[in-house]
């Protein structure tokens, strides 16, 4: 089963614009991780922000977790036509395991 | 450290054949996760050790899958007689200590199989 729906499903952009996906799950968390995908390859981690946290930056990237709303955004500044990749987040409902979205294709064209 | 390593990376069988996929995780790492994917969705929890035991099963494991991490190194997952509906990416992950503490997991590149 999967925790969350994440939206859009697919983005497209220009390289140099900034890329939001959105993410809901539905039960409470220990925490919310990001994913990253190369089509056919396997996962790598992005970024994680605890439940206690409500933004979070490494790079390029932002992360927001609303916890009342059961709701985090990813944000990519200036995107580049390597970051085109589906994103996932997954969280820990203190299960010992994650639990993935249905994740965002993005597509930075140069 | 060479990171998680799955083999095959890819399995064309017919229906009903039996397959096994290899997972070797990241030495010292003691938690070791299944997935599944199929195309254009998120992984799906299969299983998970810790060492050698097995803590958790999906509902989506059925009774035709099984999965083995003997020694609490490498793990195996076997799907008996195979259905088309098996077809998806099989995902292997490992990490270090319990999600709650170390926070990710490592993601093997996964095992492509296709039921014909």
């Known amino acids: 089963s999967q925790q969350g729906e994440e939206d859009p499903q697919a983005l497209s952009i220009q390289e140099g614009e900034n890329a939001t996906m959105n993410c809901s799950y539905k039960t409470s968390i220990n925490n919310l991780q990001w994913y990253r995908q190369n089509s056919g390859r396997g996962l790598v981690h992005l970024i994680l922000i605890r439940s206690n946290e409500r933004e979070k930056h490494s790079g390029r990237l932002r992360v927001t977790l609303d916890t009342s709303k059961k709701s985090s955004s990813l944000l990519i500044t200036a995107s580049r036509a390597a970051d085109t990749a589906s994103y996932f987040c997954?969280?820990?409902?203190?299960?010992?395991?994650?639990?993935f979205g249905t994740g965002t294709r993005l597509q930075v064209f140069p | 450290d060479t990171g998680v390593s799955q083999d095959p990376r890819h399995k064309i069988t017919k229906r009903g054949q039996n397959v096994t996929f290899r997972c070797d995780p990241i030495s010292e790492h003691n938690r070791l996760y299944w997935y599944r994917q199929t195309l254009g969705q998120g992984p799906e929890f299969l299983t998970y050790f810790q060492n050698e035991a097995q803590l958790e099963k999906s509902r989506l494991l059925s009774d035709r899958f099984s999965a083995e991490r003997p020694k609490g190194s490498f793990s195996t997952l076997e799907i008996q007689r195979t259905e088309q509906g098996d077809s998806a990416m099989y995902l292997c992950?490992?990490?270090?200590?319990?999600?709650?503490?170390?926070?990710?997991?490592?993601f093997g590149e996964g095992s492509r199989l296709t039921v014909l």
């Open positions: 992950a490992s990490s270090p200590n319990t999600i709650s503490n170390t926070g990710e997991l490592f």
């Open positions: 997954a969280t820990d409902d203190n299960t010992d395991k994650l639990i």
